[in-house]
């Protein structure tokens, strides 16, 4: 190749360098440094039960770096299917319109920017039973009350409790799973305080409903 062949050889080479280092500075002009750099959403942790009542349940969890927010997946054993059931800015969500004293698994999973991150560990938790009804005086003597109650759905037992005026404080007097509970040694013609709460045990815990409570007058020393 000749001198003058090569030079123009050397300047065409030169100006398609200039002309693709041109094309690459504009393009990384144009891409957005959001777009530049994508961050994987780790898994949120310490998924937990904050609030529980028989027909609802509050979860909460640690934040995710990075996270705009959260999505709240319930497992549906109708369909034996994750179901959407919640999305939210903040770290934590208020699942309703559950049945009482009833296991639910969840899962929850970061987004940002149009992207969702991993899921947390599946977590179980139970809805608490419903509250005692229909507390009542089945029978009473001078120095006894028999108090009788309805079942509670899915509750294993009742807890029984009677208020001490001298301590100002309530006792538990038994864990049954009966519907019914004698009270004995109580003097005659005297008012007295009691409370009963159904249990559930589910999950290797304990499950309260709110306690009803009554407050019975013992038959007089002549029996009125």
Known sequence: MKRTEMKKHF?????????????ASLMAATVPASAAVTVALTAPTGLETVQRDDDEL???????AGAQGYNVYL????TNG????????GTHAEIDDLLSASVYKFKVNAYANG???AFSTEFSTSTAPKDVDNLRVKA???NSVTLSWSAVRRADKYQVYKYNANT????????????????TGLSSGTYYKFKVRPV???????YYGDFEDIKIKTRSASGT
């Not at 509050?58 to 995710?64: G, K, M, Q, Y």
């Not at 497992?75 to 109708?78: E, H, L, M, Q, R």
Request: proline share 2%; charged share 20%.
């Open 11 to 23: 300047t065409s080479m030169k100006a398609a360098a200039l002309t693709m280092l041109l094309s």
């Open 58 to 64: 509050t979860l909460a969890w640690n934040p995710v």
């Open 75 to 78: 497992y549906d054993t109708d």
């Open 82 to 89: 994750w179901l959407q059931v919640e999305r939210t800015s």
């Open 115 to 117: 992207q969702d991150g």
């Open 140 to 142: 009473k003597t001078k």
């Open 168 to 183: 100002g404080s309530w006792k538990r007097l038994i864990t049954t799973t009966k519907t019914t509970y004698t009270a």
């Open 200 to 206: 559930t045990e589910v999950l290797g815990s304990r």
